[in-house]
Structure formats: C-alpha cells, structure tokens
C-alpha cells in the first residue's frame, strides 16, 4: 500500500506546536458565561491536549528504525515493516543515505529529499529500501492523543455520546477527535470580538488552512488501512501543517 496519496510527504523540519495567540484567544470569546472554575477546567484540558500534540510528534520522530533488516522473532509485533517507493535516481549516496536511517526523522528527511512513499506491499522496485519500524509504543500515543482530546471536549460541554454522534454521522475513525477539539478551539477566531477586518481576514486563512490538514488527516488515515507507521506519519503531518497555520496567522496579526 502506497502513503503518496496521503500527503506523507514531508517538505520541511516538524515544528513544535505553540498555539500562542490563536488557540489562546478562547478566553475572551468562547468561555465568557463560564464561572471561573469551569475556565479553568477547559484551559487545563487545553493545555493538556496541546501538551500530548507535542509529546507525540516528538516521540515519533524519535521512533528507532533499522534499515539492516534486523532478526525478530517471527509474529513479534514490536515493529512493522514498510517500503519506501524511491523515484529519483538510484545513486551510491542515496543507498548510503538510506542504510544510515535511525529513527523516523530521518525517514522523513530522506522522504522529502527523494520523494519517496511509503508502502505495505513489496515490489521489485521497493525491496531494497525495506525499514523496520518499532512500532509497539505508536498505537499507545495516538491513543493518549485522542483520549486528552475528548478531555478537552468534555470540558467544553460535550457528551461521549455527541462525540460519537460526529464520528458517525461524518463516517470519521475515531482520530478524527483530534481534529474536532482543533476545530472547537478555532471557534474563538471566527468571534465577532475579532473585529477589525484585517484580523479577520487573518482567521479565515488560518481556520481554512487548518479545515485543508484536517481533510488531509481523515483521508490519510483511511488510506492507511490501519498501518501504524502510514497512519502515525500522516498524524504527524497533520499537526505539522496546524503548527504552520499557526504560525502564520500569528504572523499576519502581528502586520495589522
């Protein structure tokens, strides 16, 4: 199975999740008829949501993999292994490159030097770039990253039960709570306390940059059929592409 149609490309250095003025600005707009506790709550919820998005994207990079095809025990289900499809030119310095991968950043540094994908399936044409992927903590941290998030949603109001109500109704897997707690946590940008016109137009290209990763993350994560390592990259990419919508909009307030 090939992650090219996924969008696991990666096309510069993860960043770090900062959330600084747009995720914050909930305090003065969507949580106003709230006591002061019930604030509290929701920012702790936030807070840790926000908190298990960093934790995960740095682990992840830091998975180790071995592309020295190394000896495990048959059924052992601590690593998964995938492919890389290479269509660049086969070089001596590209096949050194590969053989010194380590962990996942460097996976994602080769993928976006060569533009390679990541497949399931062996082929003639990706048999000589098989990685081995320690898998066992990943479904553990995509898990916590789902759990903090309905955290944050059941802070703001929400029942498990209308958790489960979007997923179904929207088709969605359940990683898609991740994009629905972003999502209630755009709604301070759309305010009409964000008046002026400029910052506005600010969080409209913020909120549809993130609208763009979000459909990015459900069809990645159905496209992977349940691979561990397609589906933890495409998450990771996926908070890559919110980090750098951030960062933009932090960017385009601070001109007006």
């Known amino acids: 199975m090939s992650a090219k149609g996924a969008d696991v490309k990666t096309k510069k250095k993860m960043k770090k999740i900062l959330f600084t003025t747009a995720l914050f600005i909930l305090g003065a707009t969507l949580f106003n008829s709230c006591t002061k506790v019930e604030v509290e709550n929701v920012f702790d919820a936030e807070k840790q949501f926000l908190s298990a998005l960093n934790l995960y994207t740095d682990n992840f990079m830091a998975t180790p993999v071995n592309s020295t095809r190394v000896q495990r025990a048959e059924g052992s289900s601590n690593f998964e292994t995938i492919y890389l499809n290479v269509f660049s030119e086969v070089t001596l310095a590209l096949l050194s490159e590969f053989e010194n991968i380590r962990t996942m950043q460097d996976v994602s540094n080769f993928i976006d030097r060569t533009g390679a994908s990541i497949e399931y399936t062996v082929t003639e044409t990706n048999a000589r770039f098989q990685l081995d992927v320690y898998a066992s903590d990943i479904e553990t941290a995509l898990n916590s990253m789902v759990s903090e998030a309905k955290q944050y949603l059941y802070a703001i109001g929400l029942k498990e039960h209308e958790i489960q109500e979007m997923l179904i109704n929207k088709d969605l897997p359940e990683l898609a709570v991740i994009s629905i707690a972003?999502?209630?946590?755009?709604?301070?940008?759309?305010?009409?306390?964000?008046?002026?016109?400029?910052?506005?137009?600010?969080?409209?290209?913020?909120?549809?940059?993130?609208?763009?990763?979000?459909?990015?993350?459900?069809?990645?994560?159905?496209?992977?059929?349940?691979?561990?390592?397609?589906?933890?990259?495409?998450?990771?990419?996926?908070?890559?592409?919110?980090?750098?919508?951030?960062?933009?909009?932090?960017?385009?307030?601070?001109?007006?």
Not at 204 to 216: H, K, L, R, Y
């Open 182 to 256: 972003i999502d209630y946590q755009l709604e301070g940008l759309t305010s009409p306390s964000l008046a002026p016109s400029c910052r506005r137009a600010c969080s409209d290209s913020f909120t549809e940059a993130v609208n763009w990763a979000a459909a990015g993350l459900i069809g990645g994560v159905f496209f992977c059929g349940g691979g561990l390592i397609c589906t933890g990259f495409v998450v990771a990419m996926y908070i890559r592409e919110v980090a750098a919508a951030d960062s933009a909009f932090n960017a385009c307030v601070a001109r007006c």
